[in-house]
């Protein structure tokens, strides 16, 4: 591992995000770009409109197309992030999780609220990292922004974000989340103004959110699972939803299944087409 990596790994492990600058080259930010217009041109059928039919921007979100899409299929196997994700997790494998495309256009106004990610999922397990990927250039306004060091407390209530209903972990099983818009000078906020090359790489457990756009802000996130994660089936619809997945899976099991492939160490090239 280079000083730098290492360095890397340290603020990750410290802060539960990191933001590395220029990692992705103009050719797969191209291939990426070409990926995600093609997916807003002709969504999913679990794409969802995440603004208010007044917004005067829009906010669109899909998930789980790198099957299906041949541009995040490349990307995913052959940006290297499998390497760096690894590096940061500090695990021998790094597994996709998901694949999920994020686009706010200009003039969006719908913030994506504060949360944790993993309450949301259907796994369990200290080693997990996303990357969040912009083709286009963030200012410091329309950044990610998180709370450095919340991946180490507990996880907290995941709530839906127009409405605030606790749809996954029953209300009051877990801790709210704190009123960080209330007091920001109180919490140690990270964020970064970002161009097209730069990802930010995150915990699933830091607590992070986002404002509207002041230009458009077409981004990719890739999750991945490090060698501790496990299937935690839930009793109720995950967001990612994994239909039928707890029948092939156990409780407990790792993720070894095909929605999930190893991505480091580098696989056969069969394994990513």
């Given at each position: 591992?280079?000083?730098?990596?290492?360095?890397?790994?340290?603020?990750?492990?410290?802060?539960?995000?990191?933001?590395?600058?220029?990692?992705?080259?103009?050719?797969?930010?191209?291939?990426?770009?070409?990926?995600?217009?093609?997916?807003?041109?002709?969504?999913?059928?679990?794409?969802?409109?995440?603004?208010?039919?007044?917004?005067?921007?829009?906010?669109?979100?899909?998930?789980?197309?790198?099957?299906?899409?041949?541009?995040?299929?490349?990307?995913?196997?052959?940006?290297?992030?499998?390497?760096?994700?690894?590096?940061?997790?500090?695990?021998?494998?790094?597994?996709?999780?998901?694949?999920?495309?994020?686009?706010?256009?200009?003039?969006?106004?719908?913030?994506?609220?504060?949360?944790?990610?993993?309450?949301?999922?259907?796994?369990?397990?200290?080693?997990?990292?996303?990357?969040?990927?912009?083709?286009?250039?963030?200012?410091?306004?329309?950044?990610?922004?998180?709370?450095?060091?919340?991946?180490?407390?507990?996880?907290?209530?995941?709530?839906?974000?127009?409405?605030?209903?606790?749809?996954?972990?029953?209300?009051?099983?877990?801790?709210?989340?704190?009123?960080?818009?209330?007091?920001?000078?109180?919490?140690?906020?990270?964020?970064?103004?970002?161009?097209?090359?730069?990802?930010?790489?995150?915990?699933?457990?830091?607590?992070?959110?986002?404002?509207?756009?002041?230009?458009?802000?077409?981004?990719?996130?890739?999750?991945?699972?490090?060698?501790?994660?496990?299937?935690?089936?839930?009793?109720?619809?995950?967001?990612?939803?994994?239909?039928?997945?707890?029948?092939?899976?156990?409780?407990?099991?790792?993720?070894?299944?095909?929605?999930?492939?190893?991505v480091w160490p580098r696989p056969p090239a069969e394994t990513s087409r």
């Amino acid at each position: 591992m280079t000083a730098a990596a290492a360095t890397s790994a340290e603020d990750f492990a410290r802060d539960g995000a990191v933001c590395l600058r220029g990692v992705i080259g103009a050719d797969l930010i191209a291939l990426l770009r070409e990926g995600i217009d093609a997916n807003i041109a002709t969504p999913s059928p679990r794409a969802k409109i995440a603004s208010r039919q007044d917004d005067p921007g829009r906010f669109v979100e899909d998930f789980c197309n790198w099957r299906d899409n041949p541009a995040y299929r490349r990307f995913i196997f052959e940006s290297g992030l499998g390497e760096i994700a690894a590096g940061l997790m500090g695990s021998q494998t790094a597994r996709l999780y998901h694949d999920h495309m994020l686009t706010k256009e200009a003039g969006t106004l719908q913030p994506t609220p504060w949360h944790q990610d993993q309450p949301y999922y259907n796994v369990e397990g200290r080693q997990t990292c996303s990357f969040w990927i912009p083709v286009d250039p963030v200012s410091q306004a329309s950044t990610l922004q998180f709370v450095a060091g919340s991946h180490l407390g507990p996880w907290l209530m995941p709530r839906s974000f127009r409405d605030a209903q606790a749809r996954w972990f029953p209300d009051g099983s877990l801790a709210d989340l704190p009123d960080i818009e209330a007091d920001r000078a109180a919490w140690p906020l990270l964020g970064w103004a970002l161009e097209p090359g730069d990802l930010v790489c995150f915990h699933m457990l830091t607590l992070h959110a986002s404002a509207g756009a002041d230009r458009r802000r077409r981004v990719f996130s890739v999750r991945f699972l490090g060698d501790d994660a496990v299937h935690a089936p839930r009793a109720w619809t995950t967001s990612p939803p994994f239909p039928g997945l707890e029948d092939e899976l156990p409780a407990g099991a790792p993720m070894d299944h095909p929605l999930f492939p190893i991505v480091w160490p580098r696989p056969p090239a069969e394994t990513s087409r």
